[in-house]
């Protein structure tokens, strides 16, 4: 029996060194490899750079969502729809928020829909469609305007639904070749050497 313990107690002490190694190795490659190493030499580091400052030069896009319940705000006090999109443009700001503007006094010089959101961004593009049956056929534009709210509210919810199921299927993988080593050394090697040591005591 003793020389089971034995064997028993080696392949535990092996199976801890084992899983420290595993700990320990990525955390002194990621200290070995500087800002500069990471990504491929130079070439890599100035393309990340480069992307760095494009995604700074872009301008933030405002939530659609935001941009309606802004506009059904404006209508619900009052304003009229030209008016209405110039006040939301002015506080959007940006290429949207300009677009919003540009409609609103285009509609005033009697443009036509089309025309007044020519060239319209995605979020202005949004609130286009929301409120063109207000514009062309008279009806209210509040309903309009809180259904595509909701609609858009739900694209969002699915969305991260998806996205939080594919990255739960990705982590599987990386999960189970993280825990199958250690589960295997520290809990079926140690086990199956001490049957082997009974066995042979």
Do not use: H
Not at 1 to 8: D, I, P, S, T, Y
Not at 27 to 34: D, L, S, T
Not at 138 to 143: L, S, Y
């Amino acid at each position: 029996m003793r020389l089971g313990a034995a064997v028993f107690d080696v392949p535990l002490l092996v199976g801890l060194l084992v899983l420290s190694a595993v700990v320990a190795v990525p955390w002194f490659a990621a200290r070995r490899v500087g800002p500069g190493r990471a990504g491929g030499g130079p070439g890599a580091a100035q393309a990340r750079r480069g992307g760095r400052a494009r995604r700074g030069a872009e301008p933030d896009r405002p939530d659609p969502v935001a941009v309606l319940d802004l506009v059904d705000a404006a209508l619900s006090a009052g304003a009229a729809v030209p008016r209405a999109l110039e006040a939301v443009g002015a506080a959007v700001g940006g290429d949207d928020g300009a677009a919003l503007s540009r409609a609103g006094a285009a509609l005033v010089l009697g443009a036509s829909w089309q025309v007044a959101w020519a060239g319209s961004p995605a979020v202005a593009a949004v609130v286009r469609d929301a409120l063109r049956p207000a514009w062309t056929t008279g009806v209210a534009p509040g309903p309009a305007l809180r259904a595509r709210a909701a609609r858009e509210r739900r694209e969002r919810r699915r969305r991260a639904r998806t996205q939080a199921g594919a990255l739960a299927v990705r982590l599987v993988l990386p999960l189970g070749l993280c825990f199958l080593p250690a589960f295997v050394l520290l809990g079926l090697a140690p086990l199956v050497l001490g049957l082997v040591g009974d066995l042979l005591g």
